[in-house]
């Protein structure tokens, strides 16, 4: 198991917004946690991330006990995150804020590296590279998530935490963002944590996913058998109110 | 597993607690909530469920989610009260499959066999469920269902069934009806006997093995908690594998329902983990049993139980003494001229409690021979003995007297309450 956590709980302030989650992501996965809104599953990013500290709960990364580390200490040992909202450098140049993803190895790795890197995440992202030299903030929503997923890359992650990509994008979009998440775990081998409140397009790349409700995992399974089931169909896709009304 | 497990109890005690009002209001009674659960371990905070428990919720009340997402309906029988509803969704169906086919898969069972299932079809679990394991392995099943035992035997010859699912005391009778039609069971095909429902001890699955020339292996389930399909023997018969990753099992002690540890024997109780329809946390089976978590030689790294012979609930206590029935039952194959049909009476004369234990004499035995009759009886009385330290009184019946005695007739207790 490459990220295990055992009753992991997380206060937020003084809500209890994580109440005992344990999830595990095994190497080369894509593992997703849906839920509604206040769910916590970005609390749940964030506790792994190291943006918040949990209050009780084993997190490990490979084994090592990474709960309450820092998020520049996760990202040395292969685990980054793409935050809620892509956050970018608005004013920056779409080169300037890939270079900034690869800031914390820059000294250490090779400069030939971070351009071998560069041109990797040109190829999968060609949108990015023909915009390379234009400010991230001129870039539509769908480019900033590639950016950040771009920028993320650049620090040759070994597992990937997503939180939230298809948010404020069209559908095509989202179908095209979720696209390249299932080409990179197949061509790059990264592990994918995903967060979504948007179940059907989660589901529909992930292998196995969690469902979180007010801080609790209530379901898990393979996504494929979540995504046929009448619970989470009524409750996440919209499915079944027809038949309720007949 | 553990990791696996931990996270399975914890999304089990959370659908639970949210979705059955029953056990909100146990939690809430002994106030502890979900994320107490924080190892496997603080499974032992968690309330216990019963059978009442289960008739009290007669026929819903049990059920995690809404009727309409349920898929099948199974029911004991409930002769004497409410019968305990189970419902599945589709999920539980399939998860239901998947386990009796690892269990029927480890007793030997390939898609190459013809499963000849003589377990009831109906609202009993163990037609249905070994059907869907043997199905779901790609075997040729034949849906035979119970009774109709000529037609069985017939069955069983022409469409050269090579596995038998049933009771092992109906294994016996079919291998006696054989011999009654002068079927001689070396022109069967038959392989591998999967046997559950009921004990069954060393001394039937040798007899079993040796008549109907099968490797008969034993399986366990039980119909509140799923029905087959939560333990089965490998071929090795070393003990029943357990589907951990479905469900989660502790020994207690019966009285002090203390958590035992690994190896010691006592009451078998279950948690659901992947269940949906109906989950059930910490099921009291009244089996007993004892659980070993070494590593068995098939290679299966599960944990294993002790086959179950006996029941909590089917003890009695006779001048302070625990007696099981099927221990007295086990002995009884072991004496010659006499049938393991029997009725164990107690009653008290003077404050004195007595135990007589009625047995039927074997069709062969001449019943005019006084002198072997009473050397019988002293046999009986001296293997009793050492079996439980009490000394019965012993009658002995003539032959089919006892052989349609029921389990709830097996003892008749004449102490006032």
């Known amino acids: ?246 | 597993m553990e990791q696996l497990q931990l996270e399975l109890l914890q999304t089990t005690v959370n659908r639970a607690y949210r979705n059955v009002p029953f056990y909100h209001r146990k939690f809430e009674q002994l106030n502890i909530a979900p994320e107490d659960v924080q190892s496997l371990c603080d499974i032992a905070k968690l309330p216990f469920t019963t059978k009442e428990d289960l008739r009290d919720g007669y026929p819903y009340e049990m059920f995690a989610v809404p009727l309409r997402e349920i898929v099948r309906i199974h029911s004991s029988s409930g002769a004497t009260s409410k019968p305990v509803v189970v419902g599945y969704t589709r999920n539980d169906l399939k998860h239901w499959a998947d386990q009796t086919a690892r269990v029927m898969s480890a007793a030997g069972v390939t898609k190459d066999d013809v499963v000849q299932i003589a377990f009831d079809y109906g609202l009993f679990t163990g037609g249905f469920g070994m059907h869907y394991g043997a199905e779901r392995l790609g075997a040729s099943v034949i849906p035979v269902s119970s009774g109709n035992t000529e037609r069985q035997v017939q069955i069983m010859q022409d469409f050269r069934s090579t596995a038998l699912v049933s009771t092992p005391s109906f294994a016996l009778y079919l291998a006696e009806v054989m011999g009654r039609l002068g079927v001689p069971t070396a022109g069967l095909w038959l392989r591998v006997g999967l046997f559950g429902g009921e004990p069954m001890s060393e001394r039937m699955r040798g007899e079993i093995e040796s008549r109907l020339g099968v490797v008969a292996t034993d399986n366990y389930g039980i119909s509140a908690v799923m029905g087959p399909g939560i333990a089965g023997e490998c071929e090795l018969r070393d003990g029943l594998h357990i589907n951990e990753d479905h469900f989660l099992v502790e020994v207690v002690d019966p009285t002090t329902l203390q958590v035992l540890d690994e190896g010691q024997e006592g009451e078998l109780v279950i948690t659901t983990l992947t269940k949906e329809g109906l989950p059930m946390i910490r099921y009291r089976t009244h089996d007993i049993s004892r659980i070993t978590r070494s590593k068995c030689k098939c290679g299966r790294t599960t944990a294993r139980m002790a086959p179950v012979r006996r029941r909590t609930d089917d003890m009695v206590i006779i001048r302070g003494v625990n007696v099981y029935p099927k221990e007295i039952e086990a002995l009884l194959y072991e004496i010659e001229h006499v049938q393991p049909h029997y009725q164990i009476v107690i009653d008290r004369e003077a404050g004195l409690e007595n135990l007589t234990l009625r047995v039927e004499l074997s069709g062969g035995m001449i019943s005019d021979q006084m002198q072997r009759l009473v050397e019988l009886e002293d046999t009986i009385k001296h293997r009793v003995h050492a079996l439980v330290g009490l000394t019965p009184r012993v009658r002995l019946v003539e032959p089919r007297t006892l052989h349609e005695v029921g389990p709830s007739e097996r003892v008749i207790d004449n102490r006032e309450k």
Do not use: C
Request: aromatic content about 4%; cysteine-free.
């Open chain 1, 1 to 246: 198991m490459m990220l295990k956590l055992q009753s992991v709980m997380t206060y937020y302030g003084r809500i209890l917004a994580l109440k005992g989650v344990s999830l595990h992501v095994d190497p080369g996965e894509i593992v997703a946690v849906v839920g509604p809104n206040g769910a916590g599953k970005t609390t749940a990013l964030n506790t792994i991330s190291g943006v918040l500290s949990p209050r009780s709960g084993r997190i490990t990364f490979d084994g090592k006990d990474i709960a309450g580390k820092t998020a520049d200490k996760l990202v040395e040992m292969g685990l980054v995150q793409v935050p809620e909202g892509r956050q970018l450098f608005p004013g920056m140049s779409v080169y300037e804020n890939l270079m900034l993803g690869a800031y914390r190895r820059s000294r250490a790795a090779k400069r030939s590296l971070v351009s071998e890197d560069l041109d990797r995440i040109y190829a999968t992202f060609p949108v990015l590279k023909d915009r390379s030299r234009q400010s991230a903030g001129t870039l539509s929503g769908g480019e900033q998530q590639m950016l950040a997923i771009g920028r993320a890359l650049m620090a040759r992650p070994r597992m990937l935490l997503l939180d939230e990509p298809s948010m404020g994008l069209a559908p095509l979009v989202v179908k095209e963002i979720f696209r390249v998440i299932a080409d990179l775990r197949r061509d790059g081998g990264t592990t994918v944590l995903v967060v979504e409140q948007n179940a059907k397009a989660a589901l529909a790349v992930a292998k196995r996913a969690y469902v979180l409700e007010t801080g609790r995992v209530v379901m898990e399974g393979p996504a494929s058998e979540l995504a046929k089931n009448p619970e989470i169909q009524r409750a996440y896709l919209g499915k079944g109110y027809k038949q309720m009304v007949e």
